[in-house]
């Protein structure tokens, strides 16, 4: 599929303006340039992706701690009894981030696709827990990712995704330019809970679902570098 597609679409409707489409349009590149780094810093092929013409915000609360913006989003979907990962990409990230920020949050759902993968090979899905607090979600998702190290032979990925995601990610800056070129002016927003990034699939979808045996070892074996990696900060 064409991973513009939707972004496409809704410039044609009118609600992308011409600048920002011909800004992600140009930018674009960056993207495909990432998977494929990624790609070859793996082994392992990238997920469908695709860029949703919208910013994506968890939904608002008083408690400060519960406001942030998604800029990507790992989304497992089942299609006439077949399973896939989607990563979707929020537009304002091609438009606003830096080349290595776009580099370092595709490879952090990347790390999160095989986390996916790695819980649907052992069933250990049905009692993901739900957290609807963003320091608790964000402490979940590093404790349960695997470890860059493990994952990517590229040192100068490996340095944006650390630099990036010391304690989850947070980007001042580019936050700062989606709020005034995005959000100020009214462009699309799609309004999130925290809790819809949790995996729910029934024993009968998770019993449809086939993987390649050969993936599968590739995954046992990163987790077992990851274990490894986490074992020697540990001591």
């Known amino acids: ?65 519960e406001f942030g913006i998604l800029f990507a989003r790992t989304i497992p979907v089942m299609v006439d009894d077949k399973f896939q990962v989607v990563i979707q990409i929020s537009a304002p990230l091609i438009a606003y981030g830096l080349r290595g920020t776009i580099h370092a949050i595709l490879a952090h759902e990347f790390l999160h696709f095989i986390e996916l993968i790695r819980k649907i090979s052992k069933m250990d899905l049905l009692s993901d827990e739900i957290s609807g607090n963003l320091f608790e979600n964000v402490y979940a998702d590093e404790t349960r990712l695997f470890e860059s190290r493990a994952v990517f032979k590229d040192r100068t990925l490996l340095n944006h995704i650390t630099k990036r995601f010391p304690s989850g990610f947070r980007d001042y800056k580019l ?8 959000i100020d002016k009214n462009l699309p927003k799609t309004n999130v809970s925290l809790d819809t990034n949790t ?24 987790e077992q570098k990851s274990m490894k990696i986490r074992k020697k900060k540990l001591y």
């Open 1 to 65: 599929m064409d991973p513009l597609i939707r972004f496409k679409e809704a410039h044609v409707k009118g609600i992308i303006p011409d600048d920002v489409y011909d800004l992600v349009l140009k930018r674009f590149p960056i993207a495909v340039e990432g998977v494929n780094r990624i790609e070859k810093a793996s082994g392992i092929r990238y997920p469908v992706a695709y860029v949703e013409p919208s910013v994506v915000v968890s939904s608002p609360s008083l408690n400060s701690y």
């Open 199 to 222: 995996v729910k699939l029934s024993i009968e979808s998770l019993s449809k679902i086939k993987l390649d045996p050969k993936f599968l070892k590739k995954i046992d074996d990163l």
């Open 175 to 182: 936050e700062d330019k989606v709020i005034r070129y995005w």
